[in-house]
């Protein structure tokens, strides 16, 4: 497909199934990160068409690494995804806030992520 995505988040678990997710539905060149300050110089570095950051990271949150993105960076890309382990409405409003273009519940269920990807690049 061509796009290159960036994956942010710490819990390794998360970012295999994540990964697989995304191969089988062909998106291979995924580049990760562990935390925010390395999820922001990858985000320098490798110039991603799409960063999904985890809400949740050591030394900062999604929602901060986003909004240092679209400072930094640009207002409009990369396309950023903010996901989540725990649901809340008012994250999903914070998320556009910050500059996020969606937000996204982690689930087993991979659809809904693939489809705001989709839907983005």
């Known amino acids: 497909m061509g796009k290159k995505i960036l994956l942010?988040?710490?819990?390794?678990?998360?970012?295999?199934?994540?990964?697989?997710h995304l191969s089988h539905a062909g998106y291979n060149e995924i580049v990760s990160a562990s935390?925010?300050?390395?999820?922001?110089?990858k985000a320098e570095l490798e110039r991603p068409d799409l960063i999904i950051l985890d809400t949740l990271l050591p030394g900062s949150s999604g929602f901060e690494i986003c909004q240092t993105i679209r400072e930094k960076y640009n207002q409009t890309n990369p396309k950023i995804i903010?996901?989540?382990?725990?649901?809340?409405?008012?994250?999903?409003?914070?998320?556009r806030k910050v500059g996020a273009d969606d937000y996204c519940a982690k689930t087993s269920d991979s659809v809904p992520l693939l489809e705001a990807i989709k839907k983005l690049i």
Request: glycine fraction near 8%; charged fraction near 30%; aromatic fraction near 0%.
């Open 82 to 95: 903010i996901m989540t382990g725990s649901v809340d409405a008012v994250d999903a409003v914070k998320a």
């Open 35 to 41: 935390g925010a300050d390395e999820g922001i110089k």
């Open 8 to 20: 942010v988040d710490d819990n390794s678990v998360d970012l295999l199934i994540i990964k697989r």
